[in-house]
Nanobody
Framework: QAPLVESGGGLVQPGGSLRLSCTAS????????VGWFRQAPGHEREEISC?????????VYADSVKGRFTISRDNGKNTVYLQMNSLRPEDTAVYYC?????????????????????WGQGTLVTVSS
């Protein structure tokens, strides 16, 4: 099984909501930052949100999702969530979560978001009427 497993994707109408889950398998990531990324066909991967470690749960959002998406974590369930509201057709993409013990949400870590070691397989979100 992949170390990170995303779920919750699907087809939703514009204006609708979805909640994505990212669950770690075989390890705990409460001491690591976790990020959500997305990649639409023909586009580069975009970092859309991250949350820092459980001891200091700061959050960061890309301008494209700020005010609509909310990231959170439940360390008891070893899961990070992405609540997505007011979805738009341009939110259609494969959504991935990723983590790395050397990464800091918002910058300043040893590695950048381009170098994260642990990724999930992705979950497809389609926003269409």
């Amino acid at each position: 099984q992949a170390p990170l497993v995303e779920s919750g994707g699907g087809l939703v109408q514009p204006g609708g909501s979805l909640r994505l889950s990212c669950t770690a398998s075989g390890f705990t990531f409460d001491s690591s930052a976790v990020g959500w990324f997305r990649q639409a066909p023909g586009h580069e991967r975009e970092e859309i949100s991250c949350i820092s470690s459980a001891s200091d749960p700061r959050t960061v959002y890309a301008d494209s999702v700020k005010g609509r998406f909310t990231i959170s974590r439940d360390n008891g369930k070893n899961t990070v969530y992405l609540q997505m509201n007011s979805l738009r057709p341009e939110d259609t993409a494969v959504y991935y979560c990723a983590t790395d013990v050397l990464w800091e949400c918002g910058g300043g870590g040893v590695v950048s978001s381009e170098e994260l070691e642990v990724w999930g397989q992705g979950t497809l979100v389609t926003v269409s009427s």
